[in-house]
């Protein structure tokens, strides 16, 4: 393959459309093999936009604002980062010879809880929990009371678990109907989810680059509100679970197509493995990979991008934590304890120019056997905190 230098009139391009915290890195990997880089995102400043070679702000949901910045950019490669994207402009730019990854299709499916799910299960025969839609508070009550409770209530759109909660008993549903509405994405139509007991839940990144397929090792998360907190690498599965995890992946990514780096969530219990949700696209729980592996999981999304080799290095196990603003600020500033900085550990600012109740501002990396490294973690993202 061919490498050139950025900002040349054959410079080899890519397009970010969302450029927060995993676009940020995504940017930073593309760049370190000579790609140029454009970041665009709704509100100025985003992370990615601060290390892309330019940027742009724009509406992401209309149709002809993404399309003048593609057809203006001409970006060879276009990588949706975000859920809340116009679709349709995706569609049209690809019939226009834009290659959107890992496809406009693929896209439209799993940006749509209802579209990824009947995908699957009804089209792939992937195992997954009972499952209604809904779109009325008594279609809610009714599939609720088929389901059995607690159930999982949760918008068909959203992102970062905005939106989603579980019904324990009946009345609880008034609630986790109102938090769906609440949700930004749309909550028209809602999906509900049996309970599956799970005895943990994983995401297993898996990667195409057109010739192979490739797993890192499993990823274990904690997550509140349906929001990742805390994850862990690798997480021990029996050899039975983890093989029939890498086949489910690999079915549904294949039934996607495209290159590029996916996020497959899975619940496990036992043996027993059901698919949960995917991402087309680096996955905030892999953010631990930047401390474990030889490449992150945004190197391996760039690579599969270009279409070059995916092998890489397990280094060791490793866990990350989250940290979420208590503050609302538009001159956000938070304040890190030293002990971050360790030959084990260290942190990830991403830069966010505001602050808002619940937004990740950084991440804890440690390096360790994973129960050290995660009760570090959970003890070094408690030293970390805004300054008001």
């Known amino acids: 393959m061919q490498f050139t230098a950025p900002l040349k009139s054959n410079s080899k391009r890519i397009m970010l459309l969302g450029s927060g915290e995993l676009g940020k890195e995504v940017a930073i990997e593309a760049q370190r093999l000579g790609l140029e880089v454009i970041a665009v995102d709704r509100y100025e400043n985003a992370p990615a936009q601060m290390v892309a070679h330019r940027s742009h702000v724009i509406n992401m949901q209309d149709t002809e604002a993404v399309l ?47 579209n990824i799910r009947r995908f699957a299960a009804e089209e792939l025969g992937v195992k997954t929990g009972a499952y209604r839609f809904v779109s009325t508070y008594e279609e809610l009550c009714d599939a609720a009371d088929a389901l059995g409770f607690p159930c999982v209530i949760k918008p068909v759109m959203s992102s970062s678990g905005h939106g989603q909660s579980v019904a324990k008993c ?24 049996a309970f599956i007991a799970f005895d943990y839940e994983i995401t297993l990144l898996s990667v195409r680059n057109g010739r192979e397929t490739v797993f890192c090792e499993p990823i274990g998360h904690i997550q509140r509100d349906g929001d990742y907190v805390f994850s862990w690498q690798p997480m021990q599965m029996s050899d039975r679970a983890k093989e029939s995890a890498q086949k489910m992946a690999k079915t549904v990514t294949d039934g996607l197509g495209g290159r590029g780096l996916f996020g497959v969530e899975m619940f496990v219990c036992g043996d027993e493995v059901y698919f949960s949700e995917l991402s087309p696209r680096p996955h905030d729980t892999g953010m631990v990979t930047l401390i474990t592996q030889s490449q992150s999981e945004f190197a391996l999304h760039v690579r599969a991008v270009l279409g070059l080799p995916l092998d890489f290095t397990f280094y060791g196990s490793g866990a990350s934590a989250a940290f979420k603003s208590e503050a609302e600020s538009h001159a956000p500033a938070i304040e890190v304890d030293e002990s971050l900085f360790s030959a084990n550990s260290y942190v990830r600012i991403f830069s966010k120019p505001e602050a808002h109740k619940g937004r990740r501002l950084a991440v804890a990396l440690v390096y360790d056997e994973v129960e050290h490294a995660l009760a570090q973690a959970k003890t070094l993202i408690g030293k970390i905190e805004d300054v008001l």
């Open 68 to 114: 003048e910045i593609i057809r203006h950019e001409k970006p060879d490669f276009i990588l949706p980062e975000i859920e809340a994207i116009s679709i349709e402009a995706l569609f049209r730019a690809e019939a226009e010879g834009f290659h959107v990854i890992p496809n406009a299709e693929a896209v439209s499916k799993t940006m749509n809880r209802k």
């Open 170 to 193: 009946a009345d609880d549903l008034q609630a986790s109907w109102e938090t769906a509405k609440e949700a930004r994405g749309d909550a028209s139509e809602l999906i509900v989810e």
